[in-house]
């Protein structure tokens, strides 16, 4: 699998060589590459284009397995399990898996450099904007709200995997200027900036996009409340969130399966999702299919040109997470029966039954390319309400608890499943020895995210937001190594590693400007 390998300094040379999505809609690009941008941005519709190229460097981000926000913040999980290929080892993706990864991994590289990349294209934007009449204000507005928006997008998620990381919020012209002299600044500088940026874009955009997959403000808002509740200021969560809630429109889907059909995308339940045109001329497609259908598969689950590639399966913990008559059951999991698959214990469980994420498995919507159609939702509603119940707990649990519980409650109803009953709220082994395994409440909520947010690019965050990532993860290496016998040695975990590092290529280029995390 190819990626691209830049360094910092050289992704902040902003004025020399970048590739815009010159287009009238976002998913229609049309290539055009200038070896200077210096008189591109003459009109407003140059800048409507440089905004789709930054649409589009997300979309490369959630198209491509090495950045994949889905793939990152669930493979190193206690929910999935990689399907081991032992003929088939992946130099860069297994160690990120298996938790042996070293700062000099490709893949660690190639997702801080897709970031910064991100990022670079939106200061281009913003610093420029001003620069020229805008006949149609609210288009202008419109630009630099999604612009901040996007530009937070790419620091919310830089920070929550490398602690202090670089600001940069201004175009750069010169290799000598790629890095600040400050180099990382600290993790509440980084949140600042991103709530700055969040509360800029929810007063600029509009309540509807006026093109499907267009950040608005209630995206901007559920942002912003999510990152309050990273930066502790929990009142301000609720008050934001609570807004989330109520003024968007937004509802639950009657049914659960029904948010990832490829033929519903941008449903009234979807508050930010990546558009993809799997049939569309030069637009990367989301493979999680890839991901999802199990490398042995070849030719049989799917016929098509997929070549799958078994990173991402429930678990055996997860599976026995659920509740029993849990409507959400199938669409999360599925089997595929197979008289190979007895040979794969890390995801073959019960018989020759494969453990497979059902949900995002579409197999008449895949083209003869091996493309499957659909869009990638990184936000929905019950993402927010589940926010809102988890802001609540950490004001104040005790005033909050009615709310609390209704908000999960109308989760749980959709999933056919009864009220809360605080009394008997399942305890997974893993949460034994945590704080959560003598706070009902607190676990109440962890457990419906578990089960609502499976494989959509959530739980890593939520495991350390939560304070339990290191002794769950340790929990379950255990029972992994005496599993998973042919992989004996990997998921020895230590503290640091819940941090990724730092690349090495980055620390080297900036001489000396970055440091790396503690204990790589």
Known sequence: MKFQKFPLSLLLVASFLFFWNACDNILEPDPKSFTSTANFYQTPEDFSSALNGAYNRLRTQAGISQHHFNYWNEIRTDVINRHFDVNLPSIQGQPIAEWFVVSSNAWVQSQWAQIYNTITQTNIILGRIDDIEFPDSDLKNEIIGEAKFIRALSYWYAVQYWGDVPIVLNEITSPDEAMPEDGRRPVNEVYAQIISDLEMAADLLPVAANEPGRATEGAAKLLLGRTFLLTGDYGDAVSVLEEVETNYGYVLLDDYIDIWDPNNTNNEESIFELQFGANVTGQPHADIIRQVLPWNSRGQIARQAVDPEGWMHPSLEFIEM?????????????????????????VT????????????????????????????????????????????????????????????????????????????????????????????????????RTIELFAEGHRMFDLIRFDVAFDVLTAQADSRKTRESRIQGTYNIQPHEIMLPIPTQEINNTEGLLEQNDGW
């Not at 950490?394 to 605080?422: F, H, S």
């Not at 008997?424 to 419906?448: C, K, S, W, Y």
């Open 349 to 448: 469980f019960f018989g020759d039954s494969l453990a497979m994420i059902n949900k995002h498995i579409w197999v008449d919507e895949i083209n003869s390319n091996g493309q499957q159609s659909g869009n990638d939702i990184l936000f929905r509603y019950a993402d927010a309400l589940l926010s809102l119940a988890e802001a609540y707990w950490r004001e104040d649990p005790a005033a909050n608890q009615g709310a609390i519980l209704n908000l999960l409650d109308r989760i749980r109803t959709r999933a056919d499943l009864p009220p809360v009953d605080l009394s008997n709220v399942p305890m997974t082994p893993l949460l034994e020895g945590t704080h959560l395994e003598n706070d009902n409440l607190g676990r109440a909520i962890f457990q419906e």
């Open 322 to 346: 659920f509740e029993d008559n849990d409507a959400r059951f199938d669409a999360n999991v599925t089997f595929w029966d197979n008289p190979g698959n007895s040979d794969y214990s890390e």
